[in-house]
Structures are given as structure tokens and as C-alpha cells.
């Protein structure tokens, strides 16, 4: 599968680096075009049944002091901003038309994506920028120079300078030249960007009004508050608080106070070692596009072990990374035939991870049918880990050589491994086959069970091994070349 190039303008390539970064190479189409050979979007990223349409527009907001500062004002958002919210309405109505969508000028070659056009969540995403500078000249309580927006009964019409209103029935996400750097770094995980936006228009369609300063402020305040109840980051009141008020202020400043935080200082250095999942993904996901995977995958349509990996949230990935990472380090040195089997839980309920650790003596690994013998074992421990775990809906195996004793790059293998439906023929399928390997027996498991949270104290506790030594020189199983110390050692 070949993609086209992304982007044709700085911005938007800015914008589709984001995506393949976020969304993936798989699931992120720079300029699809409609079937009338008219662009749909700047940028198109699709997930399951979830849809973000991207726009990008750039036009400076002169400053002219011989002109009226209102009609200039007015002039650069209805081109700006105006014109692509009815733009980003019609793409929406031409994507839920179930109309073709190409992802090339000539229309050679359809979305390969599947989705339900019925059903879907279309996220409308406006990039405004060129007016940043005019909007710091013209007040400075501005910090950043962001445009406040307004959800509101009325949608477009005059406003006052650098103040957008957004229809609340019909919400368009609108981000400026610095909010979005910040809204896409902070958010860069599609269940992490999804979730605010979700959240974001549940806000926007329940009250009277939704109103903010700054994208960022709206980020900070939504990332602060934390309803218990629900488990999830919510706008607003929580809890039932919503009932008794018809709407949402946020003011400036959200976001300039909460990064001055330990807890977002901390949290930011922390994260640092979940960046081993993603590079896990993206590897996988090169592979894929290059022709190069094997196994069982489908990764474009949503089948596969790399679609379930993606949507981990960012701090989810910290703690499976750091669980993944420590389970290297206490692979035991037993002989030269060793195993050690992990399990590792989901973010998504009823889903949980097998990683497989295997070290095999050199005149196997060379055997011609070696990495068919190790995809088979990694489907049994799979097996092993559904019957052990009744509950499980959805395994996830990884296979890999220990990296504790691989020279160079570490190879992987992926499994889904759907069991919804699990009778009893199969299940003892599964236990005949684990008899010999014994996979999740008395002595045999890994299992990582924490309380984890998104945001993490300072004066946290190091990560350790269960003998109290590092491991830090161990090389790292991303596959880097490096030592552990210096690549996710932290």
C-alpha cells in the first residue's frame, strides 16, 4: 500500500506529521478527495468508527491603523474562519452520503478504511492561523495571542476582534497558530485527542453556552477536572453539577498556571518511557506498509493487535511500557532454552496483553521455519491466557527474543486473538496444547495489576527490579541499538 505525499503548505504538513504521529501512517489521508474531483478536506484520519476532518487556512490579519480594525477583523474571519465551518458542514454531509472518498487527485484509489456512515463520529477541526500577532498587539492580557471562542445559539455574524462564535447545535473545533501546538502534543494519542473532543462537544451541545480564552485554557480546565465517578476528564461541573447551571466560562490563564505545576512537570518526565509503545506501533505499522508483516493482522479495516495497541492512552502506555520494560529486565538466566510469559491489562475492559520472552540458542533461531515455531507458541500462551482469564474478550500476544541476550535488532510478532465465543472444544484445544508449556501455571506468570492514574506525584519511587539491580545496561527491546539506560531508562 502506497500514500501520497502529505500536505502541500507548511501548516498543513505540520498537520499531517501530527496525524502520522497520532493516528498513523494507516489511518491519516493528507488532500482526499470527492468524487466530483474536488478536495473533501485538507487532512482526513480515520479510527474505527471515529472521523477528525482537518482544515487548514492561513491568512495574516494586517495591521493597519489607517483602517477600521473591526472590518479587517471581520474581513479575515469570515475568510478564515467562517467559510470553512460551511465548508466542514458539507464534508460531513458528503461523507455521511456514503458517496466515495479517494485518497488521491485522480481518483484511482478509494479510502481503504472501512466505517459506518450511519454511525460515526465526525470530528469537524478548523486551523486558523495569521492572527496571533494582531491578537497580542491588541490586548495584553492576551498570554498567548489564541482566539476565544463562544459556543453559543448563534453561529458566524459580526463579533468583536478575536472573539469566534460557533453554532452549539452544529460545533466545529477551532485551533489557532499556537493553541495548536499545544492541544496536539498534549493530546497525541487518538484515545487521549477523542476523548477531549468528545467531551468538548457534549459541553458544547448541553449548555446555553460554552465559553473560553484559549483553546489551551479549555485543555487545562478540562485536564484538571477529573470526575471520580464517571473515570473520565469532563468540562464543566461534575457529577450532577451540569443540571443546575446553562453554562461554562473559562477564563485566561488556565493553561499558563496548571504547566507551571509540579504535577505537570512531573508527569511530562515520566511519560517520557511510553514512547517505547509507541515506537513498538509505529515500527509495526512501517512493516505493514512496506509489505514486510506477517501473522494474522489486518491492520488497515481495524483487525489487528496494532489497532488494539493504538488505542492505549498516553498514560495507560506509560505504565504498559513500564511494565513491558521491567518484565526485560528480570527475564531470568536459567539456560539457553528459557521462556518467561507476562500478562499485562487494557486500558479497554475485558482486553489484556500477552508478551512472550523466548531465548533459543543460536542453530535454532537459524532454522528456516523458527519464527513460524515461536508465532505458534505465542498463539498458545494467547490460549493459555483466555482460559486462565475467562473474562478476556479480546488477547494481544507480542512475541520477542529475550533482549537481555539479542545482539541488534529485536524482532516481533503480533497476535489478536478474538474470543468472545469460547466453548468448550476450543478451550480444551488450548489446554492440550499449553500441557507441555504450561503457560500461566503455579510459578510461571507475570501479572502486573497497579492503580494508575494520568497525572503522577513528584517524588515518585525509581522503577526497580525485583533483585533491586536496575538492569539499566541491558540493550532496549524497542529495537534501537542502544542501551536501556539511555534509550527508555529514564
Known sequence: MTKPVGGVTATERLLAEFCEQTFLKLWSYPNPHKDDGHELCDLLAVFGDTLFVFFDRENELPENPDKDAQVLWERWKRNVIDRQVKTAHGAERYIRSGRLIYTDAKRETPLPVPFDKDTAVIHKIIVAHGAKEACERASPQNIYGSLAISYTEIDGGPTIPFHVQIDRHKPVHIFDSHNMHIVFRELDTVSDFSAYLNEKTRAATTFDYLSYCGEEDLLGHYLLNYDGATKRHVIGPRGDGWKNINGVLVGE?????????????????????????????????????????????????????????????????????????????????????????????????????????????????????????????????????????????????IGIEAPKFS?????????????????????????????????????????????????????????RSKSGKTGRNDPCPCGSGKKFKKCHGG
Open 253 to 397: 490563564g488556565e493553561w499558563h498556571d496548571f504547566v507551571q505545576t509540579d504535577l505537570y512537570k512531573n508527569t511530562k518526565h515520566e511519560d517520557r518511557v511510553s514512547y517505547f509503545w509507541d515506537q513498538l506501533i509505529q515500527r509495526t505499522c512501517q512493516n505493514s506498509l512496506a509489505g514486510t508483516l506477517g501473522g494474522n493482522s489486518n491492520i488497515a479495516s481495524g483487525e489487528s493487535a496494532i489497532f488494539e495497541m493504538v488505542k492505549e492512552p498516553r498514560f495507560m502506555r506509560r505504565v504498559l511500557s513500564e511494565k513491558m520494560l521491567t518484565a526485560v529486565e528480570r527475564f531470568p538466566e536459567t539456560g539457553r532454552f528459557t521462556r518467561q510469559v507476562t500478562f499485562l491489562p487494557s486500558f479497554e475492559p475485558n482486553i489484556g496483553y500477552v508478551l512472550l520472552q523466548l531465548r533459543v540458542p543460536e542453530e535454532f533461531r537459524s532454522e528456516a521455519d523458527f519464527r513460524e515455531k515461536r508465532q505458534t507458541l505465542l498463539e498458545i500462551a494467547c490460549g493459555a491466557a483466555k482460559n486462565k482469564f475467562p473474562n478476556l474478550l479480546k488477547v494481544i500476544g
Open 407 to 463: 545482539k541488534g535488532e529485536v524482532a516481533e510478532d503480533f497476535i489478536l486473538m478474538p474470543c468472545e465465543t469460547w466453548p468448550d472444544d476450543r478451550k480444551s484445544y488450548y489446554e492440550d496444547l499449553n500441557r507441555e508449556w504450561n503457560f500461566f501455571g503455579t510459578g510461571s506468570l507475570q501479572q502486573f495489576r497497579d492503580h494508575v492514574t494520568q497525572f503522577v506525584q513528584p517524588n515518585r519511587p525509581e522503577r
